[in-house]
């Protein structure tokens, strides 16, 4: 039992003083690029430069859900192509991401908000991403733990349900792209922290880590929370990004009750129950820049109250466990994805906010696509860091939101 | 952790009772000559320091002041700080 330890993804390789590519940051996104780079384009010779460990970040803080009922036409079918790749990646790593497509519900309390719903999933349907407008009843056949009474704060007028959503083992999901992208030759370092990003010219030339440096032309920042304050610091380009943080917790494990994702903007609230039967669920966050990753009762507070108004059931429920992750907000709440632009060879993926988890796998495969022929893949475009001064914000949020200082 | 914010007026208060203002980005910018990549850094833009920065902050559900405080972003505490350590 007390065995050496040893890692799925190999043990502790040697620094080399070059590679074809270096990624920055060992989460989801990063991975997830290094196996499409060495299984779609053979490109092997890659290094994951992580000053943690793989999944410390984002990757292992989130609360599983994944879904395709964004808002806006650019973002959709993006998040459609992650959604369609878990079975494909589940079956090809050979590794059980645990994908549970039980459906999300989103639930509605206002007319206001249920002619919102109504755009979305007219946007989703031409997409051809499954979502429908149901009613209360049909909300409450769907999940008869719920409240649909009229003597709560925010009533329920209906729901905008899409069944193919759910949730995905995220930890699994490391463990497996870890697993893969090692078997095909990336070498993922961990508790190595990069210093600085060597730029001659416009064009990159390395990275300094604290184990040493490396020569290479092609280098992702996808360090999740921390990548606006490596870009800034090391190559002076400032980013549209407020860093929040986000809080989840979980209640202690009780029976099924829950067999769908259930969320709520009035009530700034999600929850699903895991497989052990907790009910995890997820808050807002506290509208100031920070990178602590600490937790505050205030949100328990909130949970609380929120989940025993439209959750009654849960009254007197204990949380058990309670953490917080870093989200890195855009002013139009969709992502940046750049590269070859502002400096040759440095590619950029961050700003997604609370949307990580989810849209990891879609965005590996373009961002390999990308690193491999140069070229910016057409879906990739509109999230370009040029879209702010063109004015071409994207229309991601119904309403503006005090995330942050920019609205 | 609970972020505390010291109000000039109304001194060391809980940070629920305020609204972030943003980094301090300096003066406005003159509006002549002013270019959309200029405009966007001021209106956008942000260091996002994982460490000390100076910021604005407003006290919504107080006196309504505007002020500038410096805090650690990694430890979310307010720091005495006479002069500025920003660049720009």
Known sequence: ?407 | MALTISCPICGKRNGYEFRYGGEDKGPKPAEKDLTPEKWVDYVHMNNCVAGVQKEWWFHRDGCGSWFTIHRDTVTNLEVEQEEDHEKA
């Open chain 1, 1 to 407: 039992m007390f065995d050496k330890f040893k890692p799925m993804w190999g043990k502790r390789p040697q620094l080399k003083k070059s590679y074809d590519a270096v990624i920055i940051g060992g989460g989801l996104h990063g991975l997830a690029t290094a196996y499409f780079l060495a299984t779609r384009h053979g490109i092997t010779d890659v290094a994951i430069i992580e000053k943690n460990y793989i999944g410390f970040g984002g990757a292992g803080r989130n609360t599983a859900i994944v879904r395709a009922n964004q808002r806006t036409q650019e973002n959709v079918p993006l998040y459609k192509e992650a959604l369609d790749l878990w079975p494909v990646l589940t079956k090809e790593l050979d590794y059980n991401l645990m994908f549970n497509n039980c459906g999300n519900l989103n639930l509605m309390h206002s007319e206001a908000a249920m002619k919102a719903a109504r755009m979305t999933i007219a946007s989703a349907q031409f997409q051809g991403v499954e979502s429908h407008l149901i009613d209360s009843k049909e909300a409450k056949d769907l999940v008869p733990a719920l409240n649909i009474s009229r003597d709560i704060t925010f009533p329920i007028h209906g729901a905008m349900f899409h069944p193919p959503g759910g949730v995905v083992r995220h930890d699994a999901v490391v463990w497996g792209l870890a697993e893969g992208a090692a078997k095909n030759g990336v070498q993922i370092h961990q508790q190595t922290a990069a210093t600085a990003i060597n730029v001659k010219k416009g064009k990159i030339t390395g990275v300094e880590t604290d184990r040493g440096k490396i020569k290479t032309n092609r280098v992702l920042v996808a360090a999740g929370g921390y990548s606006a304050s490596i870009i800034s610091e090391m190559l002076g380009i400032r980013l549209p990004i407020s860093v929040l943080n986000i809080q989840a917790m979980v209640t202690q494990p009780l029976k099924p009750l829950l067999n769908h994702v259930v969320s709520s903007g009035a009530y700034h609230c999600y929850a699903n129950q895991t497989l052990k039967g907790e009910i995890a669920t997820g808050a807002h966050m506290d509208p100031w820049p920070n990178y602590t990753t600490l937790t505050t009762a205030y949100y328990i507070k909130h949970q609380a109250e929120a989940l025993s108004q439209f959750l009654p059931c849960l009254k007197g429920v204990k949380m058990m466990r309670h953490w917080s992750g870093l989200a890195d907000m855009t002013p139009d709440m969709a992502p940046i994805m750049d590269g070859n632009d502002q400096v040759e060879g440095l590619f950029i993926d961050c700003g997604w906010g609370y949307f990580g988890f989810k849209s990891c796998t879609s965005t590996g495969k373009y961002f390999a696509q990308f690193m491999a022929d140069g070229e910016y893949p057409e879906i990739l475009k509109p999230f370009t860091l040029r879209r702010f001064e063109q004015h071409k914000l994207m229309g991601e949020t119904a309403a503006l939101v005090n995330y942050s200082a920019d609205n």
